[in-house]
C-alpha cells in the first residue's frame, strides 16, 4: 500500500507517542506485578494507582546531570545510546496494530509499513541495535561495562539463530515474510475434529515447537531475567551501562523495555493472531472490526509481557556456561531437527493433499524422540547413600544435622504425638 | 547534468557519498574498532542503496549478515584483543605488494569490464518485467536461487560449513583434567574447612577507610593487623596496595591512648 506522507507522517508521529507511553505504563506494571509476586505493593503512592511514579521517575532521569567519564571514548559512548534507542523504536514499523481500514479516505493498513520481507527487516534492526550495547561496553572503558557488552552481544547472536530458525517454519508454513499476510493467513479456521466452533488456525498449534523455541530465545534476546547476564548486578555492577547516567541512562532503560515489547508482539504476529480477536470473541461480528484491532494486539502483547515479569519474579538467574550449552546445544539442534521435519511435512502436503495431521504427527513425534535422546541420553548420578545407623554429630570433622533416617541421640527416647512412630536407626 | 527525478537518484546521492566516506574511514582511521565500525557503516549505506532500488530482500541480507553478523565479529575480535598498536611496516610476506597491487588492478577491471557488459551488452528487461516473472523480487531471487543456480549456492554452503568446522577442529583442546563442577568445588571446600580449618565462604571485602576504599585498600581485622585475604593477590605483586597500616596510624594511636587512660583508670 503506498500512504501519502501526511498519513506516514500521522502514523510515525502516533507510533511514537504510543511506545513512550506504552513504556511508562510497562516499568509502572513490571513493578506493581512483579510487587504482587513477592506479596509486597510497589509503588501506590502517587498518582492514580501509582501511575505517576514512572512518570517522575522518567523525568527524574531526563533531569539529572549527564555525566561524562573523563577515560571513556567520547564519540562512541555518545554514539552507543543513540543507536540502541533508534534501533528499538524502527523495529516497530513493520508491526502491524490492526487490519485495512480507512483513513480520512485512503485505504491502509493499521501499521506504519507492510513490507515484502517485514519478519526480516525485524531481525535487520534487532542486529544492528546489538551495535549500541557492544559500543557502550567498548567505549565505558571499564572492565565491568566491557565484559557485559561483550557478553550481551554473544549472547544476543546465539539466541538470535536460534529464533531466526524458529521463524523459518512460519515462512514455509504461510508462505510468506509479511507481518500483515501471516496474520491474515492465521484468519482461516481450525475444525478440530471436523466441528467449525470458530477457532482460528493460530500458528503456535500448528508450530508448537517454534513457538517454544521462540519464547525462550525472545527472552535470551532481550537480555531479561533468567538470562540477564549482561547486567548481573552480583557480577558485574550493571553490566554495559555501569558508566552511563542521566539520559544516555534513560535511553537505554527505554531501549530495554521496549525491545520487551517488541519480541512480545513479533511473538503475537508470528504466533498468536496478532491483531485478531481471541476466541470467542471472534464470533461476535461487531468485535471482528478492524479498528478494534490495535486493542487485541495490546492486550495479547501485555500478555507476553506478563510473562516476562513472571519469569523475572521466579527464576534465578542462569550460569553463563549453562546459558550457552541451552542455545547451542539444545534450541538450535532442535530447531533445525523441527525444520526439515516441518519442511518435509510441507511438501508431502502439497504432493498428497490429505491427511495433514497425520504428518504433523509424526513430525512431533519425530522431534521428541530426538529431543528425548539428545536431552536424556546421558548417564545418570547415582543417588548418594543415606547413611543409618548411630547419628554422628560431628561426621567428617564439623558439626552437622541428622540425616532422614536419623535421630538426634537425645531426641530417640521422645514419643512423637503423632500416632505412627518414627522408625528408629535400631529398627531399620 | 543528472537529473535528480526519482527517490533512487536522491537516495544515491544521499548514501553513495556516505559509503565512499566509511569507506575512507575504513582505511585512514588509526583505531582499529573505529575502522570496523566504518566498514559497518559503508554497508549499512549499501543496504539503503538496495532499497532505493527496489531490492528489499538483498536489502535486509545485506543488514544482518554483513552488519549485523560479520563485522559484529570483528567488532568482537578486536575488543577482546584490544588491537591498539599500528602494524609494522616491514614486510614479512616476500613479493606482498606486489602482489597486491596486481590483485587490486585485476579486480578493478573486473568490476569495470563486468558492470559495463552489463550496461551495454546485455538488453535491459526492466525491473518491473523481472518482478513480475515470478510474482515478487523475493520470489524471483528463491526461483534464482533455488532452481538455476542451486549448484553453486550448495556449493558455497559446503565450503562455509567446512571453514566452521575447520575451525572449531583449530580452536578445539581438550581437556587434560577433568574440570571439577560446582559440585565438587563445594565439597572441597567443605573437606578443606573439615581438615585444616579454611574459611569455606567468600573471602573478606577490600577494606575502606576515610580517604581510600579501592580495591587495593586491605581490610583491617578487629586488632588492627591486616587481612591479606582482602586484597587480590596481582595487586599484592605489583606491590599496588595501599599501606592501610600507615593510613589508620592516626586511629591507632587515639585508640591507643584511649587503652592507656583507660588501663589508667583501672589502675587507680
Known amino acids: 500500500m503506498n500512504d501519502p506522507w501526511w498519513l506516514i507522517l500521522i502514523k510515525v508521529v502516533v507510533l511514537f507517542v504510543v511506545l513512550l507511553a506504552w513504556t511508562i505504563f510497562n516499568v509502572w506494571y513490571e513493578r506493581r506485578l512483579v510487587g504482587k509476586m513477592q506479596h509486597r505493593l510497589g509503588p501506590i503512592m502517587n498518582g492514580p494507582f501509582g501511575l505517576g511514579q514512572a512518570l517522575a521517575d522518567g523525568m527524574k532521569l531526563l533531569i539529572k546531570e549527564d555525566f561524562i567519564p573523563s577515560m571513556v571514548d567520547r564519540v562512541l559512548f555518545v554514539l552507543a545510546p543513540l543507536i540502541a534507542g533508534t534501533a528499538a523504536f524502527t523495529a516497530w514499523a513493520v508491526i502491524p496494530f490492526g487490519g485495512a481500514v480507512n483513513i480520512f479516505g485512503v485505504d491502509t493498513y493499521l501499521q506504519l509499513a507492510d513490507l515484502p520481507v517485514g519478519v526480516l527487516v525485524l531481525l535487520a534492526v534487532t542486529s544492528v541495535g546489538i551495535y549500541g550495547f557492544v559500543l557502550a561496553g567498548w567505549s565505558s572503558n571499564s572492565p565491568y561495562s566491557l565484559l557485559g557488552g561483550l557478553r550481551s552481544s554473544a549472547q544476543m547472536i546465539s539466541y538470535e539463530v536460534a529464533m531466526g530458525l524458529a521463524l523459518v517454519s512460519v515462512f514455509l508454513y504461510t508462505g510468506s515474510m509479511s507481518t500483515h499476510q501471516i496474520v491474515e493467513a492465521q484468519r482461516t479456521e481450525l475444525l478440530p475434529f471436523g466441528i467449525n466452533i470458530g477457532f482460528q488456525n493460530w500458528n503456535w498449534f500448528v508450530l508448537l515447537p517454534s513457538f517454544v523455541i521462540y519464547v525462550i530465545s525472545m527472552v535470551g534476546e532481550t537480555n531479561r531475567a533468567p538470562f540477564d547476564l549482561p547486567e548481573a548486578e552480583s557480577e558485574l555492577v550493571s553490566g554495559y551501562i555501569t558508566e552511563y547516567s542521566g539520559f544516555k541512562y534513560a535511553i537505554y532503560f527505554l531501549a530495554e523495555y521496549i525491545n520487551m515489547a517488541t519480541v512480545s508482539a513479533i511473538a503475537t504476529t508470528l504466533f498468536m493472531g496478532g491483531y485478531l480477536p481471541i476466541w470467542p470473541f471472534n464470533l461476535i461480528e461487531p468485535l471482528n472490526n478492524p479498528w478494534l484491532g490495535p486493542i487485541w ?66 513430525g512431533v513425534v519425530a522431534l521428541l524422540v530426538f529431543g528425548a535422546i539428545v536431552l536424556f541420553d546421558r548417564p545418570r548420578p547415582e543417588p548418594p547413600e543415606v547413611p543409618t545407623g548411630t547419628f554422628d554429630a560431628f561426621a567428617g570433622g564439623y558439626p552437622v544435622p541428622p540425616m532422614p533416617g536419623q535421630v538426634l541421640p537425645e531426641q530417640s527416647t521422645v514419643v512423637p504425638s503423632v500416632a505412627e512412630p518414627v522408625a528408629t536407626p535400631e529398627e531399620q | ?102 590483485a587490486a588492478v585485476g579486480m578493478f577491471a573486473l568490476i569495470v569490464f563486468g558492470i559495463g557488459g552489463a550496461l551495454v551488452g546485455v538488453p535491459s528487461v526492466g525491473l518491473a518485467a523481472a518482478n513480475a516473472q515470478y510474482g515478487g523480487n523475493t520470489q524471483g531471487l528463491a526461483a534464482l536461487i533455488f532452481g538455476r543456480y542451486v549448484f553453486a549456492f550448495e556449493l558455497t554452503s559446503a565450503l562455509l560449513i567446512t571453514a566452521a568446522i575447520g575451525a572449531m577442529i583449530l580452536g578445539h583442546r581438550s581437556r587434560i583434567h577433568h574440570r571439577p563442577t560446582q559440585r565438587e568445588l563445594a565439597e572441597r571446600r567443605m573437606d578443606e574447612y573439615a581438615s585444616a580449618g579454611v574459611h569455606p565462604g567468600a573471602l573478606p571485602n577490600s577494606g575502606v577507610l576515610a580517604r581510600h576504599n579501592s580495591i587495593a585498600t586491605p581490610a583491617l581485622l578487629p586488632d588492627g593487623s591486616v587481612s591479606p585475604e582482602s586484597v587480590s593477590a596481582v595487586l599484592a605483586a605489583r606491590s599496588e596496595i595501599v599501606d592501610s597500616v600507615t593510613l589508620s596510624a592516626a586511629t591507632a594511636k587515639v585508640f591507643d591512648s584511649i587503652e592507656a587512660t583507660r588501663i589508667e583508670e583501672a589502675d587507680e
Open chain 2, 1 to 102: 547534468m543528472i537529473p535528480l527525478v526519482t527517490e533512487a537518484d536522491v537516495a544515491f546521492w544521499i548514501a553513495g557519498p556516505l559509503a565512499v566516506l566509511g569507506a575512507l574511514g575504513l582505511v585512514l582511521f588509526r583505531k582499529a574498532v573505529y575502522a570496523a565500525l566504518s566498514m559497518a557503516f559503508t554497508m549499512v549505506n549499501l543496504a539503503v542503496l538496495y532499497a532505493s532500488l527496489d531490492a528489499m530482500f538483498l536489502t535486509v541480507v545485506q543488514i544482518i549478515v554483513y552488519t549485523g553478523a560479520i563485522m559484529m565479529l570483528f567488532l568482537f575480535v578486536l575488543m577482546l584483543v584490544g588491537v591498539d598498536t599500528p602494524d609494522s611496516v616491514v614486510e614479512t610476506l616476500r613479493g606482498q605488494r606486489v602482489a597486491a597491487t596486481l
Open chain 1, 297 to 362: 494486539f495490546v492486550i495479547k502483547v501485555q500478555l507476553f509481557i506478563s510473562l516476562f515479569v513472571w519469569l523475572r519474579g521466579t527464576l534465578p538467574r542462569f550460569r553463563y556456561d549453562q546459558f550457552m550449552k541451552l542455545g547451542w546445544k539444545a534450541l538450535i539442534p532442535i530447531a533445525l531437527v523441527w525444520i526439515v521435519a516441518f519442511a518435509t511435512l510441507q511438501s508431502l502436503r502439497t504432493l498428497v493433499t490429505s491427511g495433514p495431521t497425520i504428518y504433523v504427527a509424526i
